[in-house]
């Protein structure tokens, strides 16, 4: 059973924009999505996976990379168990591909170790 779906990916040029959405089961592990701390990571060829965006339950803390803040947003909808990464004036560098993950007790994007539920990636593409 996939918990976490990530859709939105696509192929755009410098300065766009898109918007990735992860779906996640309504209860993972018996716990409902809502309990749960969220994140966003990348991985681009050749490289490892590195932390974009992240949300504690609650939504009350976000974390961002230095490299996407200002630029992308990261959200979610409790309701919908969904959350969302909003991406805008989209650079070459951000090519990769995104994975959301979920965990009730880790946090931030420091690093990808430790996170409990994976997503299996949306891919994402930035033409100079």
């Known amino acids: 059973q996939a918990h976490l779906v990530e859709s939105g990916g696509g192929s755009v040029q410098a300065g766009g924009s898109l918007r990735l959405s992860c779906v996640a089961s309504?209860?993972?592990?018996?716990?409902?999505?809502?309990?749960?701390?969220m994140a966003w990571f990348r991985q681009a060829p050749g490289k490892g996976r590195e932390g974009v965006a992240a949300?504690?339950?609650?939504?009350?803390?976000?974390y961002y990379a230095d490299s996407v803040k200002g630029r992308f947003t990261i959200s979610q909808d409790n309701a919908k168990n969904t959350l969302y990464l909003t991406m805008n004036n989209l650079k070459p560098e951000d090519t990769a591909m995104y994975y959301c993950?979920?965990?009730?007790?880790?946090?931030?994007?420091?690093?990808?170790?430790?996170?409990?539920?994976w997503g299996q990636g949306t891919q994402v593409t930035v033409s100079s």
């Open positions: 993950a979920a965990d009730l007790y880790r946090r931030g994007i420091a690093t990808m170790s430790g996170w409990n539920y």
């Open positions: 309504r209860y993972m592990g018996g716990f409902t999505y809502s309990r749960y701390n």
């Open positions: 949300v504690d339950s609650g939504g009350g803390i976000t």
